[in-house]
């Protein structure tokens, strides 16, 4: 069946790039996500790539798609103290399909 | 912006007791959605609404869950006989219809907690 998997912590220094893997099973998911989630908040849809890009960079995040391998990364560049979250990755097959996400990466800022 | 609101932010009720969680999706939003987070873990899809009927469900939907679209404006999830295994956080998302260049988006979540 489906599913998506991401490491479940990741700690980086204040002003460093944060990198942040996952791998899907579905190689029919056209969309691939990544959702951002503060303490106590709801899910906010951060970016997403078509299956047909390779990359998509949107200020300080870049998502690169390895869509041979399925595989997902979200970078953050210069990682500040407001970016601490759980960051999910999330696919679906069509834009009003259900989204599967991942379990979630815990992202520690470290001073 | 437009947003998706949710209703009430926490709940608390009691094993065996019915449970309604609101929302009200973004206006012009025709596909409905209901999801669950159970503490630590993965959000998990509970059901897909289009068109005044389930257009998708998955197995945690049983018969003890409901959804409806009682008024155009709501669009609730109802669960018959809550268990203590009930206790998460609920998000509803809404997205517009096919081709209209749109994402989902979710609400804000109601926490559900059963004793």
């Known amino acids: 069946g489906e599913d998506v998997e991401q490491s479940l912590f990741l700690s980086v220094r204040e002003g460093d790039s944060s990198v942040i893997n996952c791998t899907y099973t579905?190689?029919?998911?056209?969309?691939l996500y990544w959702y951002k989630q503060e303490p106590g908040a709801g899910l906010q849809l951060l970016t997403y790539?078509?299956?047909?890009?390779d990359m998509k960079q949107d200020q300080r995040l870049t998502v690169l798609l390895n869509k041979k391998d399925k595989h997902l990364s979200l970078r953050i560049a210069d990682t500040q103290t407001g970016d601490s979250a759980i960051y999910f990755c999330a696919e679906s097959m069509n834009r009003d399909d259900k989204i599967i996400f991942g379990k979630g990466t815990r992202l520690h800022i470290l001073p | 912006e437009p947003e998706v609101t949710q209703t009430p932010s926490h709940q608390v009720t009691q094993m065996g007791q019915e449970v309604i969680l609101r929302c009200v999706p973004i206006s012009n939003h025709l596909y409905f959605y209901w999801y669950r987070q159970i503490l630590g873990q993965k959000v998990e899809f509970l059901v897909s609404f289009y068109n005044n009927e389930i257009s998708e469900k998955s197995e945690i939907f049983d018969d003890q869950f409901s959804v409806e679209r009682p008024d155009g404006s709501n669009f609730t999830l109802k669960i018959r006989s809550t268990k203590l295994e009930d206790s998460a956080m609920y998000f509803c998302?809404?997205?517009?219809?096919?081709?209209?260049?749109?994402?989902?988006?979710f609400g804000q979540g109601t926490r559900l907690t059963v004793v």
């Open positions: 579905d190689s029919s998911s056209t969309y």
């Open positions: 790539i078509f299956s047909n890009m």
């Open positions: 998302a809404s997205n517009g219809a096919w081709g209209s260049n749109t994402e989902a988006f």
